[in-house]
């Protein structure tokens, strides 16, 4: 097996798939009319059902809704958003991160920072993560804060802003 990244940091076998399933929807073809490069085109529902995207990484099962997001306002990747889970989501350029921000050389490979939902308070913090810098809101974290809607985190050359969908009376448990 060879294991290859996408361009939007989705993880799949190289030997089984041409390019990323995730991306272009695609499968292999078990056919006797597969093409010569073994994969067939098919929709997204007959991947899976279930609308929600999933980390492979993720350790929640059946409980890993959106609470928030975060989206890239400025740096190489401007006009993305990021998806923000319950506990911590670790935010990096490795495909491990539950935040993946590939793109921004200047971003700890692992773990540069960590954005932090708490179920219980319904609300969200944001850690900076060991020897790296983050700003919020332009002021230098060095410990825990909390973050309210449209706070900025500068991570890296990326300016990112914050985006709750969990907040005041909306949670999901």
């Not at 973050?147 to 949670?171: A, M, Q, T, W, Y």
Request: aromatic share 10%; net charge negative.
């Amino acid at each position: 097996m060879t294991i290859k990244l996408c361009e939007n940091c989705h993880v799949y076998d190289g030997d089984k798939y041409g390019s990323c399933p995730v991306c272009n929807h695609l499968i292999p073809d078990t056919s006797e009319n597969q093409s010569s490069s073994g994969i067939r085109l098919e929709p997204l529902s007959y991947i899976s059902d279930d609308p929600r995207t999933l980390s492979p990484f993720s350790s929640f099962s059946g409980t890993d809704y959106v609470t928030g997001w975060l989206v890239c306002i400025e740096g190489p990747e401007k006009g993305r958003d990021y998806r923000i889970h319950y506990g911590f989501n670790y935010v990096g350029r490795s495909v491990v991160s539950d935040i993946c921000v590939a793109d921004d050389k200047s971003i700890a490979g692992e773990k540069h920072c960590s954005l932090v939902y708490d179920p219980k308070t319904n609300s969200f913090y944001v850690l900076p993560g060991k020897g790296t810098i983050i700003f919020h809101n332009d002021k230098l974290l060095e410990k825990k804060a909390e973050l309210n809607s449209g706070d900025l985190l500068s991570i890296g050359e990326s300016v990112f802003e914050f985006v709750p969908f969990c907040k005041g009376e909306r949670k999901w448990i």
